[in-house]
């Protein structure tokens, strides 16, 4: 065969090639949209490095948005040992959780700002890759996880920071006793806040919907916590207390939400399970419900509703409208239907 001859069929193999591959491609993204693979954020879209460049502020002194545009989400300590929190008055959304023994822990979102310290920090579990997969790849700080459940957090489309993994950015306390003093200097993870638009919670702000009933506290129970909700008309924000005790930050400002939703979830038993054989809750966060989301001293009665686990959640009135939040920070109590 000629020299001419070789070339000319090298060349339509290569492209039979490229036309298999693009084939086989189409085929993987029209039938795993959900799935997990590198080089992909499970949205189709590329899926950015780990150690990718953070933004530095701009001469205004406000953040730009980080090279991936990530939330930081934090797992923090929420049994009584563990408080007071640092930095968590500084989030802009606070998921409750149910955990092992009918204990709270916490998962704060950080995008507009980030206080120098959070913590103390605690280990993540199955029901936040769920939760976070709203999020364009997340940061997610925790202390560890159990040895099972690793390899779903490293295929998740998120960014791990494992206490083991970025130890630079963790440290010990003094005002706790292990393992309840693990705190995070998240400067030591992202340089800058992202923005607000990295909040893709599917949440709404704005003026506060028709009807509603005055209400001045709302009480969430779990089998072994208890959180309590006064509005405060002076601050104009909805007063947390947790197992009969005010809420407050190391510095002693008291956590006050200007918005409260109880959403009613399905929590069932995890695959996974502690040293003493107690399996951890698993925290339902995609499907549809009832919730009452309290704003300005009053409760509106809504139904909630997040197609994917890629999605954010919404929050409609029975008529269907949807309702918007007072502007502020943000209680989402994960609460048993």
Known sequence: ????GRRTRTRGAAATAALLITAVAAAWTAGCTTSHRPGDDARGRPQPSAHSTPATPTPS?????????????VKIDNVPAARPQR????????YVEQVEGGLSRLMAVYATR????IGPVRSARESDLELLGQFDRPTLAFSGAQGKLLPLIDRAPLRAEPADRASGAYFRGSDHVAPHNLYLR?????HAAPGPEALTTGFRYGAAPEGGRPRTTRTVRYPAFRVTFTWSADRHRWLVTQDGSPTVTAAGRRVAPATVVVQYVKIRRSAFHDVLGNY??????VGSGKAEV?????????????ATAAAGTTFTTPDG???NFAKGQVWVVLAKA
């Open 186 to 190: 998240p400067s030591g993870l992202m």
């Open 114 to 117: 980030l206080p120098d310290v």
């Open 280 to 285: 951890t809750p698993y925290t339902e966060t």
């Open 294 to 306: 309290l704003r300005d001293g009053r409760g509106y009665d809504v139904r909630w509703e997040r």
């Open 1 to 4: 065969m000629s020299d001419r």
């Open 321 to 323: 409208s949807p309702v």
């Open 87 to 94: 930095g968590l008055d500084s989030a802009d959304v606070v």
């Open 61 to 73: 002194g406000l953040p730009t948005r980080t090279s991936s545009g990530s939330v930081l989400a």
